[in-house]
C-alpha cells in the first residue's frame, strides 16, 4: 500500500559522490516499495561554511538578503546532484528550489519563518511517479527574493512539506541511530529510544542534543506530524517521534541532555524595592537577549541578589547593558561566570511521579557536583552545574536513573 | 545627463574577491556619473568547471534539466557577492537571479534561446535608484525550470537586457583591451579597432576570434544595440559596435580571424549523377551535423568529389554517418584531414573594393603557405590551410594589409 513519505538529509549525508549515491539509493528503494517521495536536501558538507568564508572575505557585514542569496547556491547543488544521482539509477526524479515548490515565508532574511506553501508543483510532479527532491533551508518572500531559514532549517523545511502534503511520515536522516538517552560520546551505555512525545523531544531539542531542531519538533507536534530520526549511513530502525508513546515501565525519563552555551549573571546587593526584576529583564529583552534560568534570593538587609543565565554569545553584551543601567538599577556588583553548563532530565512521565528531581539532585550530590541553580517544568528538570563538571554530571544522572534500573 | 548602461562581466572578471572589488569599483564609478546601471555577471573562473566535474563523477550522462539546475548556481553566487562588495563601497544595489528578472527561454535545456523578458522587476528597481545585478546565462522556461543560454549566454543575457530596457549602451567587459584586427597573441602590430560593425563583428565572432558570442552579436544587430568591448583591468577605451562606422581610408578590412577547430572530408570518386551532393548534406543536417566550407571538383571519368569542412568534435560522428551510406552514395573512399584551419579576412568595405581576395593569395602564395579550400561572402574571404601554417598565415596576411598600408 502506497504512502507518501517526506525524507529529510543532513549536510554530512550528502557531502561527496559516494555519500550522494546512498542517499539516492535510500530514496530509491523508498519510491521502489510503492510509496510517493518527497526528499529534502541540506547544503553539502562544508559548502555553507566555505561561502560565509568568501562573503566575509568581500564585506564582513553584508546584508542578510544578499546572504540568502548566496547561501541558497548550497542545497540547489546538493538537489541538482542527487537528481543526477537517481537518474543515473533510472528513476524519474525532478529537482524543486525552494521558490519552485512555492515555499513562501516572511521578510525575515537568515531567519525566516515559514507562513504557505503553494503544494501544486510537487502535488503534479508525484502525481507523473517522479521522486521530488526538494532544496532545504529556503523560501521566497513575498517580493520573490530567497530568504533562508535559519539553523535547523532543512528540518522545518521537511516538517512543512510533510505537514501541507499530509504525508505519513517524515524521516529526518542524520547520522546518528536516533535519539539516546543520553549523547554516546559522553555516556558509553546511552541506548537509542524507539519512541519519545513531541514534548520530551522539544525539551531535548531546546536543551542542546542536537538532534533535531526545536521549530522543526514545534511543526511536527502542531500539525502531528509523524517523525522518524534515523541514521543515512546504518540502515538500523530510528528513533520515532509522536504525541503518545506506549507506557515506560521502568523509567519515567527518556533522556539526559547537556548544553554547554551557558554564561551567568548575577547582580548582587539589589535594593529591595519592587519591579526591579522586571526593569532588568525588559532591558535585556528589548535588547533580543533571552534569558533563561532565573534565580532570586531571599532578601536580608534591605537588599537582595538576581542570578540568570544567557547564552554565552550574549554574555558580553548583556553585563554591557547592565553596565550602562547601574544607577537606575542599584546593584553593588555584578558577578559573571561564564564556563556553566546545563544539564537536564526530560521525561513526560515525570509530571505523575514524585522524586524524580530529588533522584537527579542525589546522584549529583554522591558524585560531589555542586549544583548552582535549578529550573523545573512538567517533563524537565535542568540543573546549572561548573562546565568542567557537565560530561560527569550527565554520566552519574544517567547511570542512576537507567542502568540502576536496567535498560528500557 | 544620466543614462541607462548595461554592463556585463566576464568570469575572469570576477574571479576573486580583489577582481570582484574591482568590478564593483566600475559599477560604482558609472552610477556615481548619473547613469543608471544594470550589471550581468558569469560564474567565477573555474566555478562552472568544478560543477561539471562533480557532475560528471556523479552521472555522465545526466539529463540538462539537472545540470542547469546545477550550473545556474554558479552565476548567483557571483551576483550576490558583487553585491556584498558594492554594499561595502556604500552604494544601494540588489542582486537577481534569472527567474527574478523574469528571463524567459524555449525549453531547450543546456543551449535555451530567450522568448521574453518581464521587465518589471528591474524597472522598479532602477526606479529607487538601486544598482541591478543579474546572474547571466540563466532564464526559466514555461515549466519555471531554470535553463541555461549556452556558450556566449552571459554576453547574450547583457545585450537582450539592453535591448528589451532601451539601454544607451551596452558594454563587454573582458580580459582583453578591444576587438583587434588579429589575435595579438600571434600577430605583435595587431592594433585595436576603435569601431566595427555588426557583420564584420558577426564574421569576426563566428570565425573564432572568441571576443564576442555571435549570438549576442546577431541580437545587437536586430535591436540596434550599441555594444562597446573593453577591459575590466585596463581602464583603456574600448572597441565599439555599431551599424555603420566611418569611413576606413587605408584598409579593406577590419581584420584577420583564426579557427582551428576545424576537420576537412573528402568523398572521392562519387558517381557523376544529380541529387548527391543533395543526399550527402541531408544526412548530416539531420544528424545536426554542421557543414562549413564546400567544394565540389568539376565531374571527369564519369566521377566526381565533394571535399567540406565540420567542427573538428564532429569528424567521428560525420565519418561513420557517411561510412553507413557508402552503398547508397556510392563513393570510393572517405579523405580525412583532422588538421586544418580556417584563417579569414573581414571586411565591410571588401565589396566595393576589387582585388582584396587576391592580395590575400599573394601573402599567402609569397609566404609557401598552400591553400586548400576557399570560400567567399560578401564581406569576409575564407580560407583553409594546415593547421601548422594557421599562424604564420595570419601573420603575412596581417602584414600585407595593415603594415604595408601603415596602420589603421
Redesign the interface.
Known amino acids: 500500500m502506497g504512502r507518501l513519505i517526506v525524507q529529510k538529509f543532513g549536510g554530512t549525508s550528502v557531502a561527496n559522490?559516494e555519500r550522494?549515491?546512498n542517499v539516492a539509493r535510500i530514496i530509491t528503494e523508498t519510491y521502489k516499495a510503492g510509496n510517493d517521495v518527497v526528499a529534502v536536501l541540506s547544503a553539502q558538507g562544508d559548502t555553507t561554511d566555505d561561502?560565509l568564508e568568501?562573503?566575509a572575505?568581500?564585506?564582513p557585514?553584508?546584508?542578510k538578503?544578499?546572504?540568502d542569496?548566496?547561501l541558497?547556491?548550497g542545497e540547489?547543488?546538493s538537489?541538482?546532484?542527487c537528481?543526477?544521482?537517481i537518474?543515473?539509477m533510472g528513476f524519474p526524479v525532478?529537482?524543486l528550489?525552494g521558490?519552485?515548490v512555492g515555499l513562501k515565508t516572511n521578510r525575515n532574511y537568515g531567519d525566516a519563518r515559514i507562513t504557505r506553501i503553494d503544494k501544486d508543483?510537487i502535488t503534479s510532479e508525484l502525481g507523473q511517479r517522479r521522486i521530488v527532491l526538494v532544496a532545504g533551508f529556503q523560501g521566497i518572500n513575498r517580493f520573490?527574493?530567497?530568504t533562508t531559514l535559519g539553523r535547523g532549517g532543512s528540518d522545518t523545511s521537511a516538517v512543512a512539506l510533510a505537514a501541507v502534503l499530509h504525508a505519513d511520515l517524515c524521516q529526518i536522516y542524520t547520522d546518528v541511530d536516533g535519539v539516546f538517552t543520553a549523547d554516546p560520546r559522553i555516556v558509553k551505555d546511552a541506548t537509542k529510544l524507539d519512541e519519545i512525545t513531541y514534548d520530551e523531544m522539544l525539551e531535548l531539542a531546546t536543551l542542546g542534543a542536537q538532534v533535531l531542531h526545536n521549530r522543526s519538533v514545534e511543526m511536527a507536534k502542531k500539525y502531528q506530524v509523524n517523525l522518524e530520526v534515523l541514521s543515512s549511513f546504518s540502515g538500523n530502525p530510528g528513533t520515532k517521534v509522536k504525541e503518545v508513546v506506549k507506557k515506560m515501565e521502568k523509567s519515567h525519563i527518556s533522556g539526559v541532555a547537556k548544553d554547554k552555551n551557558i554564561a551567568r549573571l548575577a547582580l548582587v546587593g539589589l535594593a529591595d524595592k519592587p519591579g526591579t526584576a522586571f526593569k532588568i529583564f525588559s532591558l535585556l529583552a528589548r535588547e533580543k537577549i533571552n534569558v533563561d534560568i532565573i534565580l532570586q534570593s531571599i532578601g536580608r538587609d534591605e537588599s537582595k541578589d538576581i542570578s540568570f543565565t544567557v547564552a554565552r554569545s550574549d554574555l558580553e553584551r548583556a553585563t554591557e547593558i547592565l553596565e550602562r543601567h547601574h544607577e537606575s538599577l542599584g546593584f553593588k556588583r555584578i558577578e559573571v561566570n561564564a564556563k556553566s553548563a546545563k544539564v537536564s532530565i526530560v521525561g513526560a512521565g515525570m509530571v505523575n511521579s514524585p522524586g524524580v528531581a530529588a533522584k537527579m539532585f542525589e546522584a549529583l550530590y554522591d558524585a560531589g557536583i555542586n549544583i548552582n541553580m535549578i529550573s523545573t517544568s512538567e517533563i524537565k528538570v535542568s540543573v546549572l552545574v561548573d562546565e568542567s563538571d557537565a560530561d560527569r554530571a550527565v554520566q552519574v544522572i544517567h547511570n542512576r536513573f537507567f542502568r540502576e534500573f536496567g535498560q528500557r
Open positions: 559522490a550522494l549515491r561561502l568568501k562573503a572575505e568581500i564585506n557585514r553584508a546584508s538578503r544578499e546572504m542569496m548566496l541558497s547556491t540547489q547543488v538537489i541538482a546532484l537528481a543526477m544521482a537518474e543515473a525532478i529537482s528550489t521558490w519552485q508543483r520573490d527574493d530567497v
